[in-house]
Structure formats: C-alpha cells, structure tokens
C-alpha cells in the first residue's frame, strides 16, 4: 500500500501520467548538482544499451537542495543523448523529481518505494548521486539480476581501498554475517537492486522504533531480505571512489548503521536460530582490493581511543562487564607502534554492547556513542596489522574477524536471555 502521506499531490499526478512501469531507478538526493550529472548519463547510458525496451521512469526524492540538483535530473531524458551514443530506445524515459522532509521517517528511500508501489514496478535500482565514477554497465550488472533471474536484492561490491569502509569491515560486515547467516560484503548499500515484492513487503512492515525510523533505510531493508524469504546476491560493480569523512561525521554514521542493527535485533525470533553463515551468489569478482598508498592518522585514531576508554569509564561501566572492562583499559595503554585490538575481545565488546542497548542500560543513543571510540582502536589495530598486507592476506584478517563474531555469537544470546 503506498505511503500517500509522503507523496505530495503534484508528484503523484506525475506519477500517475507515467504510468506503470517495470523499472524504477530512484536517486535520493541533497545538493548534489555537482555530481548528479554524470551520474544521470551514466544510468540513461546503461538503460539505452543493456535495457531498451523497459518501461523506465527516473525518480529523483530530493531532501531541500537549493543547488539546482532537481533541475539537472528533470532536464534528463533519453532523447538529448541519442546524438552522441548512436545508440536508440523504444519507449520515454521519465524523469521527475520531489522533496521530502529530511526530518520524515524513512526519508527518501521511502518516498522511492512508494512511488514504485504506484507504478506497480517490478525492478528498482538506487544508484547514489555520489558514485561519479560510475559507468553504464553498472545498471546492467545490478539490475539484470532483479530483472531477468528473480533475484530479490543485488548489493554491491567494489575495488576499494584496503583501509577504505573499515567500520564495515570490521563491525557490520561480520556482525550482520553472524546475525543473519548471510556472507554480503556490503549490508549498507549506496547502489543496489531490489525486486516490488522486496519493496512491497519492506513498506508494509511495522515503523522502526523512533530513535532509528529516520535514518538506515538502505540497512534495513538488505537485513529484512537477509531475515527473509527473499533470493540476495551481490554483484562486482568496479571502483568506487573514496569520499573523504570528518571524524566529526562517525557518531552519525554509527547511528544510521550500527543504531539500525541493534534495533533489529529486537526481533530475536529471527537472529537467534542461524547457526552459521553461508555465502550468497556473487557476480563477477568476489573481492578486490585497491593496494595503492592511503595516509591514515594513526595517531590521532590511538589517542581518541585512549581518551575515549579514560573519558567514558562511567558509562563504559554500565554497559560492560568488568573483565571486558579491564582488557580495554590494558589496550589503551599500549604504545601505537605496538597496538594490538585482538579479534575476540572486539566481538566480545560489540556483543555486550549489542545486548546493553537491548536492556537500555542507559539511553540507546548513549550506547552508540560510547561505541565510537573503541571503533577507532579497532580501526587503528587494522591499519597496522594490514600496513603491508597483500589483498588475499587483508581478505584472510577479515574473514578472521568475522568467525571470531560467528564463534562468539552463543555469548550474546546468553546475555540477551540473562541481562548483563
């Protein structure tokens, strides 16, 4: 059923002159004029040469750009590139555009979903606005699985860097493996493909608790297809370019994807039964890693972890055990030439954080926050042990992190069924 409240009564009279379509290809943007562009001719590239002859509209959730982002991708159409790509489509692309609040649950993803809800579309693409490297066959390799061999979700999986996405790598990769026995390297996709019926359901599901309805759709729908009876594979798209965040912007990337999954785990009936994970199709390459040099601030990632472990003890007290306590404590003394984060204290630490936020110890966003700087140390512990590390030995330590959060997972349903 679509969400009318957020669709506003002009966008639906666009939607409804499109029609039904089998294709939705959603953008949610925030001032992006500087990147949509090549973002937008990559994707009516890909249309044009891998999917002709679909019903296609672009949908464009806009959250207030003041930049002239809407502008570009109405102005888009297949029509202005015909000249210049020899290349021709039987139908229209439609490319309209909305805003919503950014303060609205759900956010854009929402209003994307229900716009195909409307349209009754039987395939969706999210590309980020953000993916400027993107090229065509993008949309060939995420879509087509969705479209042609029922695939329900497609998630990425890029040539990153090897110290790039490493609060993936080291937290949720292993965690949402070990929750939901689904080895996708990218639970938190920026550029992915999903079936209506995924879309339909994830719509029809109950309101995520307010502290976590406005923020991690994207996660939350790849865990309800992980938690579901839904077909997931992911999909080697190429280089992803790395966008470069301030340590300012971590509390709140954690709240968008740690926050949303420990809130999932509310549902204990679903995570509690996987015993051990499986692997899930992968197309093309299963992982590659970027080795060129990257500077990362060793230094500060030492002393924000230190400090956090000396700052926050108060409540580090209420949310871990004394002996877990203890260890980190030992570790903050470590000099950082010398530091070392071993893989079952990390799994232990997130574990009882995990159940903490559970029992609500202290406020949930609190738990969050403390969580932040023993990220860092972790962190930090993997740029060093990787300094020198070949592709297939940085694969090897993460695979190492995972079964150690895999092997320790009866500790956290003994915690949650016992409290700390």
């Known amino acids: 059923m679509v969400e009318e409240s957020i669709l506003t009564d002009d966008f639906l009279r666009e939607l409804i ?35 002709p002859r679909l019903r296609t509209v672009v949908v464009n959730a806009d959250g207030g750009s003041r930049d002239g982002t809407q502008e570009l991708v109405r102005a888009a159409s297949i029509s202005d590139m015909r000249h210049v790509s020899n290349l021709s489509s039987l139908r229209t692309l439609h490319c309209i555009s909305t805003q919503y609040s950014r303060e609205s649950s759900g956010g854009g993803l929402h209003t994307i979903l229900a716009a195909a809800d409307l349209l009754r579309a039987s395939s969706l693409v999210v590309i980020s606005p953000e993916s400027t490297n993107m090229e065509p066959e993008w949309v060939e390799r995420l879509v087509r699985p969705v479209a042609k061999e029922n695939y329900d ?203 903490s936020h559970h029992q609500a110890v202290i406020s949930r966003d609190h738990v969050i926050q403390a969580l932040a700087p023993l990220y860092r140390g972790k962190a930090l512990a993997f740029v060093l042990e990787n300094r020198d590390a070949s592709g297939v030995e940085i694969e090897k330590n993460v695979e190492a992190i995972c079964l150690s959060f895999e092997s320790l997972k009866p500790y956290l349903l003994e915690m949650w069924e016992t409290g700390k």
Do not use: C
Not at 41 to 48: S, T, W
Not at 159 to 184: E, I, N, S
């Open 17 to 51: 002159n499109v029609g039904e379509v089998d294709l939705l290809v959603g953008l949610d943007t925030f001032n992006d004029a500087k990147t949509v562009g090549n973002v937008m001719q990559a994707v009516r590239a890909g249309l044009l040469r891998y999917f």
């Open 153 to 355: 979700l497609i998630t990425p999986i890029y040539r990153r860097h090897k110290f790039d996405a490493l609060l993936v790598r080291t937290l949720l990769y292993p965690m949402t493996r070990a929750m939901y026995g689904k080895r996708l390297r990218e639970p938190i996709p920026t550029d992915f493909a999903f079936s209506g019926r995924l879309a339909t359901q994830f719509l029809a599901q109950e309101p995520t608790p307010s502290d976590v309805g406005r923020m991690g759709a994207e996660l939350q729908l790849s865990l309800s297809a992980m938690s579901g009876d839904f077909r997931v594979g992911q999909s080697f798209l190429g280089t992803r370019e790395r966008i470069e965040h301030g340590a300012a912007e971590l509390v709140p990337a954690m709240r968008r994807t740690v926050g949303v999954l420990f809130a999932s785990l509310e549902n204990f009936a679903v995570w509690s039964a996987v015993k051990e994970s499986q692997p899930v199709p992968t197309i093309g390459v299963e992982h590659e890693v970027n080795l060129e040099p990257l500077r990362v601030n060793r230094k500060r990632l030492h002393q924000m972890f230190a400090t956090g472990v000396a700052e926050l003890d108060p409540v580090l007290r209420s949310i871990l055990y004394d002996t877990t306590l203890a260890e980190l404590k030992a570790l903050a003394l470590q000099p950082e030439e010398e530091f070392v984060f071993p893989n079952e204290l990390w799994a232990t630490t997130v574990y009882e954080f995990a159940a």
